[in-house]
Each structure stands twice: as structure tokens, then as C-alpha cells.
């Protein structure tokens, strides 16, 4: 069964980074295509970011050239660089993998992300 563990969500001040990661079960990224989404309270879950295992990136137009997606395939880990942060970046930050052939989806917890002013 697939895992993804989120970790490195927490406080931080307007204009800060913070760094997430997710580790999988296994080798799930070299089958899927990678990303990030989050939900802010009361809104839908949107698209931060997504990547290939070869390192194919997209962006929303909301966090392009502040936030970076990255994939290690030897750790089996997805990380996104989060600089200049803002208040609206806020919410809970989920890791997501989808299968290339199926679409199906995998889900991680969630971490929660806070931007301060």
C-alpha cells in the first residue's frame, strides 16, 4: 500500500521559506507524476505545483518564481522550496501522486502552513 508522509509545515512570518518534503512507501514518483495542492480554510483544494520523475514542473501562476518543486528519486521524496511567503499562502498543504496510466491518486495528510503578516 502506498504512503505519503508530509512533514515540514509549521509558523512562519510574511517574506519567510519554509522547505516541505514527502516521502513515499516506494517508488511511486518514477510511475506518477508528483505534486503539491492546498486547501485554505473554507476554499477548495487547488494546484501548487507538479513534476515528472525526469523533472518536468508546472506551476500556478500564484507561486511561480517563489516556490520550487524538486523530486529525489533515489530517496523516493518530493520537496517543495516555499520563499516569500505570504498570508494567502496559507493552509493545509497536501502531497498528491498520480499514476500516468490510471489517474488514479494518492494522498498524503496534509501539512499545515501558516503565514503571519
Known amino acids: 500500500q502506498v504512503q505519503l508522509v508530509e512533514s515540514g509545515g509549521g509558523l512562519v512570518q510574511a517574506g519567510g521559506s519554509l522547505r516541505l518534503s514527502c516521502a513515499a512507501s516506494g517508488s511511486i514518483f518514477s510511475t506518477s507524476v508528483a505534486g503539491w495542492y492546498r486547501q485554505a480554510l473554507g476554499k477548495q483544494r487547488e494546484l501548487v505545483a507538479t513534476?515528472?520523475?525526469?523533472?518536468?514542473?508546472n506551476y500556478a501562476g500564484s507561486v511561480k518564481d517563489r516556490f520550487t518543486i524538486s523530486i529525489d528519486n533515489l530517496k523516493n521524496t518530493v520537496y517543495l522550496q516555499m520563499n516569500s511567503l505570504k498570508p494567502d499562502d496559507t493552509g493545509v498543504y497536501y502531497c498528491?501522486?498520480?499514476?500516468?496510466?490510471?489517474?488514479?491518486?494518492?494522498w498524503g495528510q496534509g501539512t499545515q502552513v501558516t503565514v503571519s503578516s
Open positions: 498528491n501522486a498520480k499514476k500516468y496510466w490510471t489517474g488514479f491518486n494518492y
Open positions: 513534476t515528472t520523475s525526469g523533472g518536468n514542473t
